[in-house]
């Protein structure tokens, strides 16, 4: 089985803070990603990677960056935190599928509460 | 941006009814996936289709998508407690998830 972890479930932060929020999988994927998840308005992409080093802007990029330095673990860095990135954050890992077939594997989420 | 929509955005059921949620896009699919979210759990890979007009089945869920592949449906018959969560489709590529429809379910 896919197992993708988080580093923390829950995390309380202070506004002005940089925070790092860690993502580990362990099936060699190649396609990661980190999501913000809040109520009424689903799951929206922050960033994806698609291979060590390399990174790609989602939807909701800003106030955001992220580390990929090795495969298995992809970061995401809130430069100076604020309370309006209060959310959930979720990890996923993606299984590469024929013709597009991809299947995204989630960690359990890190519930950020920013004061 | 939003590459497809879900409606309803929310649905409250009592056990024993059945429930649709549907999946819409305004440009045609490779393929399209389900997921269902637990309350306080994290999206889990149900099912994809591929094909058009095709159906599948998983007990009681039955997945739809349309013959134009710009659609999707997800239909539970008889729902129980443990249906309750959120079903979000997800167009593979898009990298854009659905909104998701949230089921409750009344014992």
């Known amino acids: 089985d896919v197992k993708v972890t988080q580093s923390s479930r829950y995390l309380v932060k202070r506004t002005g803070e940089k925070v790092f929020l860690e993502c580990v999988q362990d099936?060699?994927?190649?396609?990661m990603f980190w999501y913000r998840q809040d109520p009424g308005l689903g799951l929206r992409l922050i960033y994806f990677s698609y291979d060590v080093k390399m990174k790609e802007k989602g939807d909701i990029p800003e106030g955001y960056s992220v580390s990929r330095e090795k495969k298995e673990r992809f970061s995401l860095i809130l430069e100076s935190a604020s309370t309006n990135q209060t959310s959930m954050y979720l990890c996923?890992?993606?299984?590469?599928?024929?013709?597009?077939?991809?299947?995204?594997?989630f960690g359990p989420g890190t519930r950020l509460t920013v004061l | 941006g939003q590459q497809v929509m879900q409606i309803p955005q929310y649905q409250h059921v009592q056990e024993g009814e059945d429930f649709t949620t549907y999946c819409n896009s305004s440009?045609?699919?490779?393929?399209i996936q389900w997921y269902k979210q637990r309350p306080g759990g994290h999206p889990v890979f149900l099912i994809q289709l591929v094909k058009s007009g095709e159906v599948k089945k998983q007990k009681r869920l039955t997945f739809q998508f349309g013959e134009a592949k710009k659609n999707s449906s997800l239909h539970i018959t008889a729902t129980q407690t443990t249906d309750v969560g959120t079903y979000f489709c997800y167009p593979p590529g898009k990298s854009t998830f659905g909104d998701g429809t949230t089921l409750t379910v009344k014992p």
């Open positions: 996923a890992s993606m299984k590469p599928g024929l013709a597009g077939t991809d299947t995204q594997y």
């Open positions: 440009t045609t699919l490779s393929n």
């Open positions: 099936m060699d994927h190649e396609n």
